[in-house]
């Protein structure tokens, strides 16, 4: 999340107001992330049949995160 808004700060000025989309794109999968895995770690410790199945969701939604960081920087570097 850190590194999404610093790279905001730096293209804000070249890209304008679409280099939001990186953050908040950032923003709502670190927060699904965060209830998704909670959730899961709840249904893990729970008394009942155990299920094994991940998904893989939460690595998924790190590389929407990382490629919506690399087309703001792809922007800035295209626009300058």
Do not use: K, Q
Request: glycine share 8%.
């Amino acid at each position: 999340m850190a590194g999404s808004v610093a790279l905001t700060r730096f293209t804000f000025d070249h890209v304008g107001p679409a280099s939001l989309i990186s953050p908040t794109i950032t923003l709502s999968m670190c927060a699904w992330v965060l209830f998704h895995n909670r959730t899961r770690y709840r249904r893990r410790n729970a008394v009942g049949p155990e299920t094994s199945r991940h998904g893989g969701l939460a690595p998924a939604a790190l590389v929407l995160c990382v490629v919506a960081m690399a087309v703001t920087e792809l922007a800035e570097l295209l626009g300058s």
